[in-house]
C-alpha cells in the first residue's frame, strides 16, 4: 500500500490565518485613512503655498519698485553731485591757467631788471658803486622771484586740488555708474514674470555674493561720496578765492615795486647830469687855468732867458778886470759893483728857476687832473647813458602793462575730465 508523503515546513492554524487576514484589512484601512488626510493636507498645503507665492511675488514687487526709487533717488543726488563737480573744476581749471599766465607775464620783468643790473655793471671806476638803485634793482629781483615762488606754489596748489576734485569725481561716477547698473537690474527683475521666457532654476541662488553690503552701509558709502564732493569744492572754492587775492596782492606789490625802481633810476640819472654838468665846469675852468699857466711858463723862460746875457757880461767883465797889472788890480767900487751885480743876477736867476719848476709842477698836476676829470667826465657820460638804457629797457614793461599779461597757451587739459555723460557711456 502506497504512502502519501506531506510537503515538508511550518504550517500556519486556523486562528492564524484569521488573525492574518484581519491584519492586512487593518492595514489597509489605516493606509487608506492616512492617504486621505494627506490629501487634505496637500490640498491645504496647495492653497497656502499658493497664496503665499503669489504675496511674496507681490511683496518682492513692491520691495524692487522701493529699490529703484531709493536708486533714483540716490543716482539723481550723485548727477547734482557730479555736474557740481564739474562747474567747480572748470572755474579752478581757469583760475590755475591765470596762475599760469600771471607766472609767465613775471618772466619779461625779471628779464628787463636783471638786464638792467647788466647794463649798469658797464659803468666803469668810481661810478661802479652800489648806489639806491642798485638796491631798489636787487629788491626788485627779489620780489619778482618771491612772486614766481608764491605762484608757482599757487599752481601746485590748484593742481593738487584738481586731482583731489578729480578722485572725488571718479568715486561718484563709479558710484552713479554702479548706481545705473542695478537700477537697470532691479528693473529688468521687475519686469520679469512667471511667464517671462528668460526665467529658468540657478544653482545655489541664495548664496550670498562676495563683498556683499548691507543697505546701511549702501546709503553710507553714497552719503560718503556726497560729503567728500562737497567737501573738495569748498576746498577748492577757498583756494580760488586765495588765489585771486595772492593774483592782486602780486601784481600790487609788482607795481609799486617797479614804480620805485623807476623813481631811483631818474633820480639817479638826474643826479649824474648835474654831477656830469659841475664837471664839465670844473674842466672847462681847469683848461682855462692850464693855458694862462702855460702862458706864464712861457714868461718865466724868457725872463729866464733874458738873464743869461746880463751874467753872462758881468761874468766877463770881471774875468777880464783880473787881468789888471800891479796896484791896478785893486777891489774898487766896479768891483763891488760887478760882484754884487752877479750875486742879484744869479739869485733872480735862482728864484725864477725855482718859480718856474714850481709853475711846471703845478701845470703838470693841473693836467694830470685835467686828465682824470676828463675821464670822470667820460664814465659820468657813459653812466648817464646806461642809465637812460635802463630807463629804456624798463619801457617795455609799461608796454607790457598796457596790452595785458601775456597769453599763455595751457599745458594741457588741468582738469583731465570729460563731459559726465561721455563718463558714463564710456
Known sequence: MATFSTKPGLRYS???????????????ERRRQSSQETCQEARMLRNETTSKTIWNESDSSRRLTE????ITRWRETLEASAQELDREMDALTLSKEEMERALAATLVPLEVTVECMVLREGRRGNELLSDPVEAQLKKEVDVIERAQHALQQGVDTSFTQLCLLQEARHQVTHDLQNK?????????????TVNSPGISLKPNPTRIPISSSTPQQWEQFSQHNVSKAQQE????LQLREEMRLSRLQIQNELQSQRIATEFSIRKRTHQLQQAHDERKWQLQSTQEEISQLERDILGLEGDLQAKTAPLKLAHTRLEHRTERPGMDLCRDEVQYGLVEEVKQLEGTIQALKQKLAEAQHSLQNLQLH???????????????????????TRGRLSSILTSGPMAV?????????????DSLTS
Do not use: F, Y
Open 14 to 28: 486556523v486562528p492564524d490565518w484569521d488573525a492574518g487576514n484581519r491584519q492586512l484589512s487593518d492595514t489597509a
Open 370 to 392: 685835467e686828465a682824470r676829470m676828463q675821464k670822470d667826465l667820460s664814465r659820468k657820460q657813459e653812466a648817464i647813458s646806461l642809465e637812460r638804457s635802463s630807463l629804456e
Open 180 to 192: 545705473m547698473d542695478a537700477q537697470g537690474i532691479d528693473t529688468t527683475c521687475l519686469k520679469l
Open 233 to 236: 569744492m569748498q576746498a577748492s
Open 67 to 70: 529699490r529703484v526709487w531709493g
Open 409 to 421: 597757451v595751457p599745458l594741457t587739459n588741468s582738469s583731465g575730465r570729460h563731459n559726465l555723460m
